[in-house]
């Protein structure tokens, strides 16, 4: 199983240039940040493009509702993110999720040569990703819903004739008790979320139970078992109390792939 490990696209440059090397030399298989409406995710990823050399470099993900084919492109190209290790997460909320995802990933597929990652939640967004994407992105999930949204994934492949895409997992992880109530308060600004909240009521659990909690770094790799088999590669979204350099170095060994 690939470990991915990921950082909030605000984050200072200095902390994800850093933090991006320390992945490579631990042998990491992808570094990613999300796309807020505040910060330009593609200009972050950038940072982490110009320190390394064989890591994949993924967005998690661009909403197609307020960045359209044309500007993500746009972005691709102004940034110039190497399209060899570039994974771009593309994703939408509802109305009209389905449709806007598979014309924007036909968009930008006929304009750049370059693996297009599709967010996934619902039972007809995995199976839409099976069928048009080349890699899926699952988000809040338990090991034991992944591997169900993996099965949909796969459903959806086969219907289109197609290898299935590779699967991966953001996976929040925290270390430390005050960065575990920090992982509790962004669950619940999520579940208020109206198609993350029916998700978490769909699975039977809170927030914080799709994710990985740690007092102390030894306890990670037992939590991180869990998911072996569930996915292609687990990304580790890191949750810390003031975002040091410090902070995120601490997690990337914790977590580092045996």
Same mark, same amino acid.
């Given at each position: 199983?690939?470990?991915? =490990?990921?950082? =909030?696209?605000? /984050?200072?440059?200095?902390?994800?240039?850093?933090s991006a090397r320390e992945a490579e030399?631990?042998?990491? /298989?992808? =570094?990613w940040v999300n796309h807020p409406g505040s910060t330009d995710g593609l200009v972050s990823l950038a940072h982490a493009?110009?320190? /390394?050399? @064989?890591?994949?470099?993924?967005?998690? *993900?661009?909403?197609?509702?307020?960045?359209?084919?044309?500007a993500v492109v746009q972005g691709v190209h102004a940034t110039k993110l190497p399209l060899d290790r570039?994974? #771009?997460?593309?994703?939408?909320? &509802?109305? &009209?999720?389905?449709? @806007?995802v598979r014309e924007g990933v036909a968009a930008i597929r006929s304009q750049l040569k370059t693996r297009l990652v599709v967010a996934a939640l619902g039972p007809k967004m995995c199976r839409l990703a099976g069928e048009i994407a080349d890699g *899926?992105? =699952? &988000?809040?999930?338990?090991?034991?819903?992944? @591997?169900?949204?993996?099965?949909?994934?796969?459903?959806?492949?086969?219907?289109?004739?197609? /290898?299935?895409?590779?699967l991966y997992a953001? *996976? @929040?992880?925290? #270390?430390?008790?005050?960065?575990v109530a920090k992982l509790a308060e962004e669950g619940g600004r999520y579940a208020a979320i109206p198609a993350y909240g029916a998700n978490f009521e769909r699975m039977g659990v809170k927030p914080v139970e799709t994710c990985i909690t740690a007092q102390q770094a030894d306890e990670i790799p037992r939590a991180l078992a869990k998911w072996d088999g569930a996915v292609d590669e687990v990304v580790l979204r890191a949750i810390t109390v003031e975002d040091t350099i410090a902070e995120n170095t601490a997690l990337l060994r914790a977590a580092r792939p045996s």
């Open positions: 199983m690939g470990r991915g =490990f990921a950082l =909030f696209a605000g /984050t200072t440059p200095e902390i994800i240039r850093a030399a631990l042998g990491y /298989t992808s =570094f493009a110009g320190e /390394t050399k @064989r890591i994949d470099l993924g967005i998690g *993900v661009i909403p197609l509702h307020t960045r359209g084919p044309e570039l994974l #771009l997460g593309v994703g939408s909320p &509802n109305p &009209n999720s389905l449709d @806007r *899926v992105l =699952f &988000n809040w999930l338990t090991p034991e819903h992944a @591997r169900l949204s993996a099965d949909l994934v796969r459903e959806g492949a086969k219907a289109a004739g197609r /290898t299935p895409p590779k953001y *996976v @929040r992880l925290a #270390l430390g008790a005050k960065a």
